[in-house]
């Protein structure tokens, strides 16, 4: 498998994107909506509505690569926020990989039953 965190900071992209993009326009789409350099050597991710699979994109000094992965069993729980980008941990990233939150909730019965 492939550590998408070696490569450098990952970043996910909340909510839907339409997976029939292509390099250039997703790379657009990190610049002008979210502000961010395409360009920088930082991996970006996007996910379209089935949640099922992903693309990566990264410039690694020489040209981009588009990495694409469908998952045969399971979806991921991918953030819904379409206006949002978020820079991941590496463990936020293994999180997302293995189909869980990258944002663990506390479960507030079980908080109040505590004390």
């Known amino acids: 498998m492939i550590n998408l965190y070696d490569l450098g900071q990952v970043y996910i992209v909340c909510g839907k994107t339409d997976m029939r993009k ?18 920088s050597g930082k991996v970006f991710l996007f996910c379209g509505g089935k949640q099922d699979r992903f693309k990566a994109l990264y410039w690694d000094g020489q040209g981009y690569w588009l990495l694409y992965k469908r998952f045969e069993n399971g979806k991921m729980n991918w953030p819904k926020n379409q206006d949002e980008v978020k820079a991941l941990t590496s463990e936020q990233v293994d999180w997302l990989m293995q ?6 909730k506390i479960n507030d019965a079980k908080a109040r039953n505590f004390y």
Do not use: R
């Open 22 to 39: 292509g390099i250039d326009t997703l790379a657009y789409l990190v610049k002008e909506k979210f502000e961010l350099d395409p360009f």
């Open 99 to 104: 189909g869980f939150s990258i944002e663990p």
